[in-house]
Nanobody
Framework: QVQLVESGGGLVQAGGSLRLSCAASGRTFRADAKAWFRQAPGKEREFVAAISWSGNALDYADSVKGRFTISRDNAKNTVYLQMNNLKPEDTAVYYC?????????????????WGQGTQVTVSS
């Protein structure tokens, strides 16, 4: 089992920044890819960003490219999402996810462990 706990969400004005963290516990010895997804009210959960186990392979949704940066610190079992120039359309619950492979992409089915989510609200 892998437990994922997100933190760092909150309320921010448009143009502002937030840094989300996702701390893993349990089977943290497994080499896994991690990702961030988000879900806005009334919408399906969507991919935001992914990072390989090594940190060398990154993938972003087009809507966040150039504004969001995913990173990880394997020594701390933590993955981060730095979000800059936030827009009202970024408002959602943000979820951290872990994949059993060292590489993973943008599809939900690739991930087998999920956190409870952290709310991000961007006001205009």
């Amino acid at each position: 089992q892998v437990q994922l706990v997100e933190s760092g969400g909150g309320l921010v004005q448009a143009g502002g920044s937030l840094r989300l963290s996702c701390a893993a516990s349990g089977r943290t010895f497994r080499a896994d890819a991690k990702a961030w997804f988000r879900q806005a009210p009334g919408k399906e959960r969507e991919f935001v960003a992914a990072i390989s186990w090594s940190g060398n392979a990154l993938d972003y949704a087009d809507s966040v490219k150039g504004r969001f940066t995913i990173s990880r610190d394997n020594a701390k079992n933590t993955v981060y999402l730095q979000m800059n120039n936030l827009k009202p359309e970024d408002t959602a619950v943000y979820y951290c996810a872990s994949s059993p492979g060292v590489l993973a992409g943008s599809q939900l089915f690739e991930y087998d462990y999920w956190g409870q989510g952290t709310q991000v609200t961007v006001s205009s």
